[in-house]
Nanobody, 121 residues
Framework: QVQLVESGGGLVQAGGSLRLSCAAS????????MRWYRQVPGEQRELVAG???????NYADSVKGRFTISRDNVKNTVYLQMNSLKPEDTAVYSC???????????????WGQGTQVTVSS
């Protein structure tokens, strides 16, 4: 089995910073794309940022220039550095990764449990 565990959420004032981490563990052979999503109650989930195994990155327009995604392929961990936070960044942030387990040929998407980020004005 595979688990994704996020950490680093919390309460911060507008203009502040937080760093989220998401560590994948289990019988992992390799991981392709890793992504951060966020969701506000009553709204659709939004893709915040994604990074391929080779390091190709994409961001939502709303976070460009403020958020930075990175990953450590040895630690099977993806990070999201969030700077200049705004109240509209308040959401539950979840990581997602396409994982291939040992003994399997296909990549399967796994999700973390989510971590709350609250930005006060």
């Amino acid at each position: 089995q595979v688990q994704l565990v996020e950490s680093g959420g919390g309460l911060v004032q507008a203009g502040g910073s937080l760093r989220l981490s998401c560590a994948a563990s289990g019988s992992i052979r390799d991981i392709n794309d890793m992504r951060w999503y966020r969701q506000v109650p009553g709204e659709q989930r939004e893709l915040v940022a994604g990074i391929t195994r080779a390091g190709v990155i994409n961001y939502a327009d709303s976070v460009k220039g403020r958020f930075t995604i990175s990953r450590d392929n040895v630690k099977n961990t993806v990070y999201l550095q969030m700077n200049s936070l705004k109240p509209e960044d308040t959401a539950v942030y979840s990581c997602n990764a396409d994982v291939r387990m040992w003994g399997y040929f296909t990549f399967i998407p796994y999700w973390g449990q989510g971590t709350q980020v609250t930005v006060s004005s």
